[in-house]
Structures are given as C-alpha cells and as structure tokens.
C-alpha cells in the first residue's frame, strides 16, 4: 500500500500515520518530522528550515523534495509507505509522481484525506502546545498554517481525485474509532 495522508494541521496526520505503519508493515515518511529533528541536530538544512517553519511558511521545495527522494530509496520502502506531510502543494505532488517512476515504484494508491474543522485543530494544537511546547503551536502561527493548507495542499484534493484516489474520513472522534474509519474506508 502507498499512501498519502492529506489534512490540515493537527488532523491526526501523524498519530493514524503511526497506527497504519503497524497496521500494513510499512514505514511513514513525515516531512515534518524529518525537519524538526534537523532543527533538533542543527544541521544546516534545519538552519535554513527553522525560520520558515516557526512562521508557519512551507519550506522550500527542493529542500522537502531531496529528504523523500532519499527515504523512497531506502529498501523498506519498496514495499509501501505512509506519506505524512508530503505532497504539499501540486508541484511536490507531480515531483513525486515522476520521483515514484523513476524509483522503478508503483504510482500512490490512495490518498487519505482527515478531514477536521477548524476550531477542533485549534483546540488540539493550543492543546499541545500547553503539554509539548512544538516551536509552530502558537495560535497566530496555527491560523497562518491553516491558511496555507487552505491555499497550498487542499487543492490537492482535486488533483487526486481526477486520478480517483482520495477517501475522506471524518477525523473527529477516539483515536481508534477515526482509525477503524480509514481502514475501512482504503478496503
Ligand atoms: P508537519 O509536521 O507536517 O505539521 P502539520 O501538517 O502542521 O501537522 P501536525 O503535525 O501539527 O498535525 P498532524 O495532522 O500530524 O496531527 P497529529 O497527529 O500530530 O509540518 C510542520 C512544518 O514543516 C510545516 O508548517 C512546514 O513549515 C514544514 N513542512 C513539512 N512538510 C513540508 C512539505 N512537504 N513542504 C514544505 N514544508 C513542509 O495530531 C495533532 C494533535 O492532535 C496531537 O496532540 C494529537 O495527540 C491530537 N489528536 C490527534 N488525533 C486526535 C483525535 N482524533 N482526537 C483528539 N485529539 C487528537
């Protein structure tokens, strides 16, 4: 199974990201994560992350293109993987297209689309930002996340479902209740 996870900031990305990696025995591939912990080592690729990420901004793209190259390539990931974070706009989303090609590896298969409202993702990420204190979670910076998911990432949607791939879970609700939906859902 090679999947995306799509949704907006503090839609569960990453905690179903974990769950599916155990469910199908394949990795996840978070952007975010990969660029937190650069950050974390300060590497010169997390110095020139940093800024970007703590305003809320995407990154640029041949910065998060080179970490997916590189972690597609791995073997692991030749038999499948959970995408979380990346694609995030539509040149990203064509890249990996050509990217999977050029791997020798089958297209995506589905593209999970979380689907959560707004004040529920601000109640989350206010939430954690009170227990994990992540540099983005503050509530100017969660809005203007927001607002580049709206611009950047969810007219990705569109691009996916021409090709016939996107399910939209509704991801409100107990951890495992919004898991069971996807699983469900991908059949
Ligand atoms: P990234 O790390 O991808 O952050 P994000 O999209 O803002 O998503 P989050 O990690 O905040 O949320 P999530 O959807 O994973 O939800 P989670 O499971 O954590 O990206 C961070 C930054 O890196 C970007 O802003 C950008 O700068 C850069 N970046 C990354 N990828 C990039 C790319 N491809 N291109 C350019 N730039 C890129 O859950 C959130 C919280 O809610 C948790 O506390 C969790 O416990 C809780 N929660 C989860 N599910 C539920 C539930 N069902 N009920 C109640 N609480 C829940």
Excluded: C, W
């Excluded at 073997?75 to 990217?99: E, H, I, S, W």
């Excluded at 990420?125 to 580049?148: F, N, P, Q």
């Excluded at 969810?154 to 107990?174: I, M, S, W």
């Amino acid at each position: 199974m090679r999947m995306v996870l799509l949704g907006a900031p503090g839609s569960g990305k990453g905690t179903q990201g974990e769950k599916l990696v155990g469910h199908y025995g394949i990795p996840k591939i978070s952007t975010g994560d990969a660029l937190r912990a650069a950050v974390a080592a300060g590497t010169e690729l997390g110095r020139k992350a940093k800024a970007t990420m703590d305003a809320g901004q995407l990154v640029a793209d041949d910065i998060v293109i080179g970490i997916v190259e590189e972690r597609l390539g791995q073997p692991d990931a030749r038999k499948g993987f959970v995408l979380d974070g990346f694609p995030r706009n539509t040149a990203q989303a064509q890249v990996l297209d050509t990217m999977l090609q050029r791997l020798g590896q089958p297209a995506v298969d589905k593209v999970v689309h979380l689907a959560v409202a707004d004040e529920e993702i601000i109640k989350r990420l206010l939430e954690r930002a009170r227990k994990e204190g992540r540099a983005d979670d503050k509530e100017d910076v969660i809005r203007r996340r927001i607002e580049v998911y709206n611009a950047e990432t969810h007219p990705l949607l569109d691009y996916y479902r021409a090709q016939n791939k996107v399910v939209t879970v509704d991801g409100v609700g107990e951890l495992e209740t919004v898991f069971d939906r996807i699983v469900k859902a991908l059949g």
